[in-house]
């Protein structure tokens, strides 16, 4: 029997953009971040752990799509901007802390509205996925399937 959620978004993925992949993915960020914090106020360490693994594998999902011919010093400074998350994500879960998490999720939020707006334009202007966005992934997450398990 097929899991109605995850089937809804392997979808999802299946028919997204590139820029919209990027979208889904700070989404999966946002809430697994947000489920993390929900663990650490219940005391549950191993769904925190999971939760906060999930974040970990998208940012690296990320930084792995990112494209440094075409996106030049932009994705230079993104691929630095990944490297901080990961370390407020490992140091949040070492210290258990739901403050760094939350100011994460805030963070984070910011960026993918921004990337909202990218997505936005594009879809007015007409212009192709490969001029406003990262590479098309290439990585084995990539297929719909395991992207969407992640999300």
């Known amino acids: 029997m097929t899991n109605p959620a995850l089937e809804y978004r392997k979808r ?12 889904l993915l700070y989404g999966g960020a946002i809430t ?16 925190r752990v999971n939760e906060l693994n999930k974040v970990l594998a998208i940012l690296a999902e ?16 993104l691929e630095k901007y990944y490297i901080v998350l990961r370390s407020q994500v490992l ?6 802390s739901k403050s760094i998490l ?5 963070n984070i939020s910011g960026v993918k509205e921004a990337w909202q707006q990218v997505e936005r ?10 001029a406003a966005a990262p590479k098309a ?3 084995p997450m990539h297929s719909g399937q395991n992207m969407a398990a992640a999300l």
């Open 12 to 23: 999802a993925v299946e028919g997204a953009s590139p820029v919209g992949l990027v979208v």
């Open 32 to 47: 697994a971040l947000m489920r993390a914090i929900s663990a650490i106020e219940a005391n549950n360490i191993e769904k």
């Open 62 to 77: 990320l930084q792995g799509t990112l494209d440094f011919e075409q996106g030049g010093a932009v994705a230079v400074h």
């Open 91 to 96: 140091e949040a879960s070492i210290k258990n």
């Open 102 to 106: 939350e100011d994460l999720v805030k």
């Open 121 to 130: 334009e594009v879809a007015l202007k007409g212009v192709s996925g490969a």
């Open 137 to 139: 992934p290439t990585s």
